[in-house]
């Protein structure tokens, strides 16, 4: 069974209080879970926070939530806390809790993943079709084997096409951009967090490359839908809700 679990801290440095913002009559933190329970891969949605303001938010419109510790320092920690008081799950969902238009047929993409036996984690590719999207080092881009697996996630425009000026490397090469939607499986989630940070995490700050530095493989699937995370109180204008 898979559980679908969505870390929200209070205490963000660029958007304080972000999961409670308000969006068109519905905060943050209540228009992800919405989106993320008509995904019907999910057996159940959790809400893992470290406020009380969000626990007590997400118990009053209906939604289920659990207290986690304040000390975690990534949102794959907040889940693989909330996993062990839930071991009938096989497979963990992290779903951003910072995207309220979040499309349900990402988180079942995803989930799809895990029909396969030998999938350790899985996330979610895009396709990169401008040259913005390719040079834009808070969108990191995927290198890709012939399994459909991650083998190196990178802010710089990987790999680099020798001979050619920049602005025509996607003539000559099909570049890959991460959406940012975890699974795992449950015990895989439980060896992950005890890893040390790595050598090519600190270079990157990409918490993923201290996976495969340490052997875990990471299945891809491609995805055409994207949406857009809430960073800044400006993020918020660029949203539209029904």
């Known amino acids: 069974m898979l559980l679908g679990i969505i870390p929200a801290r209070y205490a963000s440095?660029?958007?304080?209080?972000?999961?409670?913002?308000?969006?068109?009559?519905?905060?943050?933190?209540?228009?992800?879970?919405?989106?993320?329970?008509?995904c019907i891969d999910l057996a159940e949605v959790i809400v893992a926070t470290?406020?009380?303001?969000?626990?007590?938010?997400?118990?009053?419109?209906?939604?289920?939530?659990?207290?986690?510790?304040?000390?975690?320092?990534?949102?794959?920690?907040?889940?693989?806390?909330?996993?062990?008081?839930?071991?009938q799950y096989n497979v963990i969902i992290n779903i951003q809790g910072d995207e309220p238009y979040i499309d349900p047929e990402q988180i079942s993409k995803l989930a799809h993943c895990f029909n396969d036996a030998g999938t350790q984690i899985a996330t979610l590719v895009k396709k990169v079709h401008t040259l913005e999207e390719l040079l834009n080092?808070?969108?990191?881009?995927?290198?890709?084997?012939k399994l459909s697996e991650a083998i190196y996630f990178s802010r710089s425009?990987?790999?680099?096409?020798?001979?050619?000026?920049?602005?025509n490397w996607l003539d000559y090469y099909t570049y890959f951009k991460h959406i940012g939607i975890y699974g795992y499986r449950a015990d895989v989630l439980q060896q992950i967090t005890k890893l040390p940070i790595s050598s090519l995490e600190?270079?990157?700050?990409?918490?993923?490359l201290r996976w495969i530095e340490n052997g875990y493989r990471i299945k891809v699937a491609e995805t055409e839908l994207e949406?857009?995370?809430?960073?800044?109180?400006?993020?918020?204008?660029?949203l539209i809700f029904d």
């Open 13 to 38: 440095s660029r958007f304080p209080g972000k999961p409670l913002v308000d969006i068109a009559g519905k905060s943050m933190i209540q228009r992800v879970y919405e989106q993320a329970k008509k």
């Open 50 to 87: 470290d406020d009380t303001r969000i626990y007590d938010h997400v118990l009053n419109f209906g939604g289920v939530a659990v207290m986690t510790s304040a000390d975690h320092q990534s949102g794959t920690d907040r889940c693989a806390e909330v996993a062990l008081q839930h071991p």
């Open 137 to 145: 080092v808070n969108s990191p881009k995927v290198v890709i084997n």
């Open 227 to 238: 949406t857009h995370a809430v960073d800044t109180p400006d993020d918020l204008e660029k």
């Open 202 to 208: 600190k270079a990157e700050s990409l918490e993923q």
């Open 157 to 167: 425009p990987l790999p680099h096409i020798r001979g050619q000026e920049q602005q």
